[in-house]
């Protein structure tokens, strides 16, 4: 068969971790749709989150490949990554149409993201260029009627009939319903990092290679005792000048962490970079990055996710406004040595 007679699936995501949902939606799509070929495309990890927790690019292609070893159809595609900043749907798309022909090319994405495809940059291109698969995903509706799709997406509409769009370019947006599993990604992870069970949602490869790489699992074991850990940062804030450095022990209250510290800068710019001192000091001491960063780039509110310890460090005007100390008014405060320095 000539190479663009195939009928290929692309299949992108981050994949961190890899789980059942993903490896579902790879078999039935294959088996329903018969497609020949799922090129499934890890996405390069975006660039503008800053360094978090979890497994380098080369660790998370092993655990792809050894989660889809047992799929001959299945082939791994590191375009994303090799491109490396932030990766697009539209450039690999049109990668592909070079080779394969656009009514043989279906980019299979979760119900969660056909919702939000007109979003997508390119979109329209996008669906000039191949058709769709959509796949169920629990907590989202399949579309009922025309006013159901997003706005964007019916205007290209010329027929819909529940379980299929003819969209005016000639190419299709499929629908097909699963046996769903209700996994994410970011259950998974909060699974791992709290140390239970994954039975129903990793496969037993790739739970194994998790845990040999020791990926994803609790930060305790590196951080010890989370109050020493809670100072050490409230240390640096305070060597860094920050304005009133606030700790507390929240584990007597009903808190999404057991510890939290609040901090201001004067500027946005004096917050951002107080939570990247933050981010160096711990690198160094601890070796841990933050599970997540959130709002470093706008440096109003920075929000670092330790696990057990939540890192707040706003702008002082925008400290003022959220007033997050009320909230606590019933934890343990915890006393924070001022201006000593971080490794002392
Ligand atoms: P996150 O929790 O970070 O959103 P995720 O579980 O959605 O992650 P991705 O790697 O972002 O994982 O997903 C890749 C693709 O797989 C997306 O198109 C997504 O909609 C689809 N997908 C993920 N999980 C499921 C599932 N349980 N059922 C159906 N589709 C899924």
Known sequence: MAHNELRVGIFGGTFSPLHTGHINVVQTVRSRIGLDLISVVPAAQNPHKGPTEGPTDTQRVKMIEIGLREFDFVDIDLQEINRGGVSYAIDTVRDYAKRIKKENLYLIIGLDQFEKLDTWKGYEELLMLTNVIVVSRPGHQMPFSLEDLPAGIQKLTSAFDRSYIQLSSGLGIEFLRLHDIDVSSTNVRKYLRSGRGTDRQLTIPVETFLRENKLYGPLRDRIGDYEKFAKFCGVVLNDKKAINVRG?????????????????????????????????????????????????????????????????????????????????????PLDIPAEVKANA
């Open 248 to 332: 507390f022990d929240l584990r007597k209250m009903d808190a999404p962490a057991e510890f939290t510290l609040v901090a201001s800068g004067t500027s946005t710019r004096h917050a951002a970079s107080l939570a990247e001192n933050v981010m160096r000091a711990i690198k160094e001491e601890f070796n841990v990055h933050p599970q997540s960063i959130e709002g470093l780039s706008e440096g109003r509110w920075v929000l670092l996710d330790y696990g057990s310890l939540i890192v707040h460090v706003f702008y002082d005007y925008v400290r003022q406004e959220y007033r997050l100390e009320e909230l606590w008014k019933n934890g343990r």
